[in-house]
């Protein structure tokens, strides 16, 4: 299953580390980037290397990822000889310029888990696929690259904002400035395109769940997999919300079963309604979905 919430833990906090497992998500990204303070990094990299040495492939209750820095940090080797020894599942790559870092990365690990006894490609990568100025332009590039470890693309604002000199993401109503509405849905298209899962940004404001659950649904229904989530509090909406409804549920079934029904049929007609191959392909979506969160 993809996982539906994705929390960030900074990597040198031994308070938050220390509540991580409790929170509910279902995968965790143990932060050497940007949660982390320079002169913090060597402390984080222990700090990160023994939770994921304290927690073995097999006895995991979520999937645990590490975000490294980027490839043109000179920092991005260093994490990786921190904790590719005990095989987190996946690495969240920042700042990627396209594909092309996505592969460098992707050699790194071939070199890594070799030398740490680790199946061949088990490291999957999740790139944050839109933090430089040229990223968005290179979005449709990860459709024909042929990237056996990518897990996804997601998409950021803040560092967005940063590369291009803007002094907000937002419009004057609170809602993504139209350049970062753009960059957005060129990441959820882009991941369709490439056959992974897209992953929604954070939501800032981690005491509004009422907003959160509705930006949630809102994404849900527009094709996005999953959130990232910035707050512990934030995991039981974004998990709720990414999970098909009980009536959600029911209609698929009801749709499936129709078309069972109907035989050959490519349209049938339902509640007054008349649907087709694209909304059984949906229902199909909508029932796998629910018997991978019931597991």
């Known amino acids: 299953m993809t996982p539906r919430s994705w929390l960030f833990i900074p990597g040198d906090s031994d308070k938050k580390l220390g509540k991580a497992d409790g929170a509910g998500a279902d995968a965790l990204i143990l932060d050497l980037e940007d949660a982390v303070a320079p002169q913090n990094k060597p402390e984080a990299r222990e700090k990160v290397a023994a939770f994921l040495r304290e927690r073995k492939i097999g006895t995991r209750h979520c999937e645990l990822w590490v975000r490294i820095n980027p490839l043109t940090s000179g920092l991005a080797l260093d994490d990786l000889v921190a904790v590719m020894p005990f095989a987190p599942d996946g690495l969240m790559l920042p700042k990627p310029d396209g594909p092309e870092d996505v592969r460098t990365l992707s050699l790194y690990l071939d070199a890594f888990e070799a030398q740490n006894g680790l199946d061949l490609g088990s490291t999957r990568i999740l790139p944050v696929a839109t933090e430089t100025a040229v990223a968005p332009f290179r979005l449709a590039d990860y459709a024909g690259a042929n990237l056996s470890r990518l897990a996804g693309l997601t998409w950021g604002a803040e560092d967005l904002s940063a590369a291009i000199g803007a002094s907000t993401n937002l419009d004057a109503t609170g809602a993504w400035a139209i350049t970062f509405r753009m960059v957005r849905s060129l990441t959820l298209l882009g991941a ?95 029932l796998a979905l629910a018997e991978a969160v019931s597991r």
């Open 192 to 286: 369709h395109a490439a056959g992974v899962p897209a992953i929604e940004t954070l939501f800032v404001d981690f005491r509004d769940e009422e907003g959160l659950a509705a930006s949630c649904r809102a994404a849900r229904a527009e094709g996005f997999s999953g959130r990232i989530a910035i707050h512990p509090a934030q995991v039981d909406a974004i998990n709720r919300s990414f999970t098909p409804s009980e009536e959600e549920i029911a209609f698929a079934r009801r749709v499936v079963d129709a078309f069972a029904a109907a035989s050959d049929a490519g349209t049938i007609g339902l509640d007054g309604k008349m649907l087709d191959i694209p909304h059984l392909k949906q229902a199909r979506q909508t």
